[in-house]
């Protein structure tokens, strides 16, 4: 195959895979915009795990894994808040995940199992 036919053809499948990804962002956006709530639980959850990060990175390993342990479980709680919230409003995390036509490698094209026309 010409390298440029090849390079055209990669371009507009990352294009289509990068405008799934967007369309999905996009609809978290809107739910987060009227649903500040849910928007303060995923700062929140970010927040949380930057300081396990830290914690890993920084800690002896005593206070390492016992802070690990209970941010863990902490990141947890507010994991199932964010699903009880997002339920009351019709939701679930899996509709802000990109709908990619192969779920195997996500339109990445590297998957043996799908023949991409």
């Known amino acids: 195959m010409n390298i440029d036919v090849y390079r055209k053809v990669q371009r507009e499948f990352d294009l289509k895979r990068q405008r799934k990804i967007d369309e999905a962002n996009r609809k978290k956006e809107e739910i987060y915009a009227s649903n500040p709530q ?5 700062d929140e959850m970010n927040v949380l795990a930057l300081k396990i990060t830290k914690n890993i990175l920084n800690a002896d390993e005593i206070t390492r894994q016992v802070e690990s342990e209970n941010m863990s479980m902490k990141l947890k709680a507010l994991d199932e808040k964010l699903d009880i919230e997002l339920k009351k409003i019709g ?6 995940k990109p709908k990619f036509d192969c779920k195997i490698c996500e339109d990445r094209r590297n998957c043996k199992k799908r023949r991409y026309n």
């Open 38 to 42: 849910l928007k303060k639980i995923e």
């Open 91 to 96: 939701y679930s995390k899996d509709d802000f």
